[in-house]
């Protein structure tokens, strides 16, 4: 069952939250705009059977979680007509009647040495109350199959206390049984913060946190500019560009053990490094040759492959899900432009047209959309193209937009754009619909990256 | 004539002599003694003459060498006060107005091969980031090749772009802008 997360992993994940050292700021989601257009779900806070209060707030980040996704509009808690704990105990028609199509049930009982039992059920309001209505439901009080109102249930046994986790895991279940598309709650996102440079010596930090900004964790500070962290296919190792040597190289770091390795040290720019699906190799730019080209490595080797050769900036490459192709941006023709280069072929093609300026280009997981940031009239915002009529939708209506990183499963954009002077991340759906902003506390945050699917 | 000349020659030297003969005057030793104590001072005052003259010229040389120490620290000081060239929006052209300051630089730099430079790049934070590296390093390396083109060794010149990350001025106006779109020239 690849929907449980393991044990080791909770262990290795919580083992890292405890010695790591929290970053100063953290980050709030505050949704812009696209409640109206969400399906309406109610969960309902978890019952505890245990001693005290429920550690965690596992209902709460459910909720979150569904509200984030942009797909779901969960149903305040006072709103509520009754509070089930199982579906044995869920009125149907009470929901049915408030607009409730869909709810979500649960308790929590402990079971000692720190281990749980988590049950909770996801539940078609509609199809129970028709069933009810039927006189199919109940046979003396025993539930009879074919249950069509229970969309999903499930019995988790967890250790330790990162309910945090769990929830999301419970949330990905709902996502994808509701929506057909796999969750990505238990994701998270690697960005660049720079705090105030008058004051603080080592202003430049490479942050980690969960999708959602909680759990920040500085991995390193520096005096010198960190840019573009990218992550591994596994989604334990970051490689990004640090200056702290007074020019660019690439470094690749271990987000458990930490340890680091510095990749590259050409002379001129060590850019833009990106790791290939299989994470074996990494493209990037490079300018020893005289002016930035795309080249790729081969890390175990450090074998090197130069992929353009044009005397105009090529930059931002990015590899299809294929890993058999990069797109990149180029002045070639004059503005800076998407281009696709096939790896096998040297091939390159052109792919964007409209606008001043496309750059940044970056290929949905399901291969389909190309996107980008697309400069028009001297704006930057977030655009989708689709890579088979090449038809662009801009998605974003904020300011100075650049870095964007696709979710793994192709639901959200994260990007970096400025808010009232502050450079923000702010989220995008694929859809241009739903927009939300994850506003830091302190400094400037920058280059976000959303990391792979993490189990 | 002759008789009168011997005459007073007998004259002078008779009393001499008796002088001689009947006082304690110096030795033949002492006076040598004395020569050797004249020609030693004199060779000693010479050997003074000569080292003063020596250290003259040293202290002069040292002098022009400081001097030329001190106009080319000088002259750094005020290169230092206009190590910025400043780009348009987009471009990487260096602007007219600033071949006066460039030539300033370029006339230092050959002059003193013994001086070395990092000239970083820069951009206004517009446009993304990768983008703005390669930018920047453009602006840098038209800052290099102006300076190459007026004679300064290759050596003496080292190009870096950090693109958007250290913008002179924070925010979005368009002064922040403007004051962010820059070359620095750097003295090692």
Known sequence: ?455 | MKTSTSLRSLLIAVPVMTLMACSSGPSEAELAAERNRVAAEQAAAQQAAEQANQEQVRLEAAQRLQQAQEIAEQERDELMSMQTVYFDFDRATIKADFYNVLDKHAAFLVKNMDQTIVIEGHTDSRGTPEYNIALGERRAQAVETYFLNAGVSASQISVVSFGEEKPAVTGTSEYAFAQSRRAVVVYK
């Open chain 1, 1 to 455: 069952m690849k929907k449980y997360i393991s044990q080791t992993t909770i262990l290795i994940t919580s083992i890292l939250l405890c010695v790591a050292i929290k970053a100063h700021a953290q980050l709030n989601i505050v949704i812009t705009e696209g409640v109206d257009n969400a399906t309406p779900i109610a969960v309902v806070p978890f019952g505890w059977e245990g001693e005290g209060i429920l550690p965690g707030e596992l209902s709460d980040v459910i909720n979150h979680d569904l509200r984030r996704s942009g797909r779901f509009n969960p149903m305040n808690m006072s709103q509520m007509p009754q509070f089930p704990r199982d579906i044995s105990s869920v009125n149907y028609q009470s929901w049915v009647d408030k607009g409730i199509n869909t709810i979500v049930v649960g308790k929590v009982k402990e079971l000692g040495g720190d281990r749980f039992q988590i049950d909770f059920q996801l539940i078609d309001t509609q199809a129970g109350s028709q069933l009810e209505k039927s006189g199919q439901m109940l046979l003396d009080g025993q539930l009879v199959a074919g249950q069509s109102q229970l969309i999903a249930g499930r019995t988790l046994t967890v250790t330790g206390r990162d309910f945090r986790q769990f929830g999301h895991r419970i949330s990905d279940i709902v996502y994808e049984k509701l929506t057909g598309q796999r969750g990505a709650f238990l994701t998270r996102i690697a960005y660049v913060a720079v705090r105030d440079r008058e004051t603080v010596a080592r202003p430049y930090q490479l942050v980690i946190a969960d999708y959602d900004g909680e759990n920040e964790l500085a991995l390193l500070s520096s005096k010198e500019p960190l840019m573009s962290p990218s992550w591994s296919p596994d989604g334990n190792k970051l490689a990004y560009v640090s200056f702290e040597n007074g020019k660019p190289q690439i470094f690749i770091q271990d987000i458990y053990t930490m340890s680091r390795v510095k990749l590259t040290d050409f002379p001129g720019i060590n850019g833009a490094p990106r790791f290939s699906p299989d994470g074996k190799k990494i493209a990037m730019v490079l300018s020893k040759d005289g002016n930035p080209d795309i080249y790729v490595m081969e890390i175990a080797t450090r074998q090197l492959t130069r992929v353009t050769r044009h005397r105009a900036i090529d930059t931002e490459p990015s590899w299809a899900p294929n890993g058999k192709e990069l797109v990149f941006s180029s002045e070639r023709g004059g503005k800076p432009q998407i281009y696709r280069v096939n790896l096998e072929t040297n091939r390159i093609k052109r792919l964007t047209f409209e606008g001043d300026m496309n750059l940044g280009g970056t290929i949905t997981p399901d291969g389909t959309e190309l996107v980008v940031v697309n400069r028009t009239n001297g704006n930057y915002h977030i655009a989708r193209q689709n890579l088979n009529d090449g038809a662009m939708q801009v998605l974003t209506t904020t300011f100075l937009d650049e870095s964007p990183s696709i979710a793994p499963n192709g639901s959200m954009i994260i990007y970096s754009t400025l808010h009232e002077g502050t450079q923000v991340l702010s989220l995008v759906s694929l859809d241009g619909r739903f927009k939300a902003r994850l506003p830091g506390v302190a400094g400037q945050i920058k280059a976000p990256s959303w990391s792979p699917f993490l189990r």
